[in-house]
């Protein structure tokens, strides 16, 4: 994976979009789920800690420990 990926606030449901430069990845609803968008996307060998603290990720609207919709 060349491009950052970018992890979007919550939405209404708690999930989140994954994306990786114009690819769309899925929609998370939990650090698991980052991981399995990431290694199917080719990003092996990334685990939920590290998630957390990789360069490779730009977490947007909170980190890996956000997944509540936003407050209204």
Known sequence: MKMPVIIYPP???GGR???SGTEDLGVAHSQHDVVELLHGAGLEGIDEVEI???????WHGGGPD???PPDR
């Open 52 to 58: 957390a603290t990789t360069s490779v990720i730009d």
């Open 17 to 19: 979009h994954v994306r």
């Open 11 to 13: 939405d209404s449901s």
């Open 66 to 68: 956000v997944w509540a």
